[in-house]
């Protein structure tokens, strides 16, 4: 008897599912075949554009969004304002806080962005039945919180081009964690890196313009940035 090949025609993981990039290393990773078709009736793929706005400050959560693709700007912004970009998210990153009832970010496409989105009460649920994908969502929320503590020290110890080099490994090693020859468009204008990092537009752009100088980074077009040796842009973090 031929054995029965397990392809699209015939596979119980929902086709969505199969050719999706981030689902290993999403909490989706966690599931079993026949719970990732139970999900997929409830689940859409949607896309925003950079620039649009996935999530207010405030607002009532009504659904996760599983990063596919793309960088997802979180930040909070002040009654007179002033905004402070507080985090990045990446692929496979998951959007929206677990069992709040609103959010406590605005959450904006830095770049053109992939989201798979569930439902609140159909993500809940299966996290409350489902100890392997309730541990698989702690692990990825105290890697978050350790990139948090990590970025504490950034901010508050670093020299300004330590600040701009730990961006840059920031997002190349997101992008890339293999740590071979990186080329990323920036998810951020140097304003809002200014913001991230607590620096002047014109100290981010001076910085970026040294390590350029310095052969660490290339850059072309003031937003296409290649990095040759991830190492080395890693000593430059101090």
Not at 46 to 74: Q, R
Not at 86 to 106: I, K, Y
Not at 208 to 224: C, Q, S, Y
Request: glycine letters at 6%; one cysteine or more; proline letters at 5%.
């Amino acid at each position: 008897m031929q054995p029965v090949r397990n392809d699209i025609h015939n596979s119980p993981i929902p086709v969505l599912c199969q050719s999706c990039e981030a689902r290993h290393q999403g909490f989706c990773g966690a599931l079993t075949p026949e719970q990732l078709l139970a999900l997929s009736r409830h689940t859409r793929r949607v896309h925003h554009d950079a620039g649009d706005e996935l999530l207010a400050d405030a607002e009532p959560i009504t659904s996760y969004g599983n990063v596919l693709h793309g960088v997802v700007k979180l930040s909070k912004i002040l009654e007179d304002g002033r905004q402070q970009v507080v985090g990045l998210q990446f692929a496979p990153d998951l959007l929206g806080r677990l069992f709040a009832n609103e959010s406590r970010v605005t959450a904006e496409a830095a770049s053109d962005v992939d989201l798979c989105l569930v439902p609140k009460a159909a993500m809940e649920t299966l996290v409350r039945e489902n100890p392997a994908l309730e541990h698989r969502v702690m692990l990825q929320t105290l890697r978050e919180l350790d990139e948090a503590r990590d970025w504490m020290v950034t901010l508050g110890r670093k020299t300004a081009a330590e600040k701009v080099a730990s961006f840059l490994y920031l997002i190349a090693s997101h992008i890339d964690p293999t740590g071979e020859v990186t080329t990323f468009d920036l998810p951020l204008g140097r304003g809002d890196i200014g913001d991230f990092l607590g620096l002047t537009i014109e100290t981010v752009s001076r910085q970026m313009t040294k390590l350029k100088a310095d052969g660490v980074v290339e850059i072309e077009n003031h937003r296409h940035v290649s990095v040759p040796d991830l190492a080395r842009l890693r000593v430059r973090c101090g």
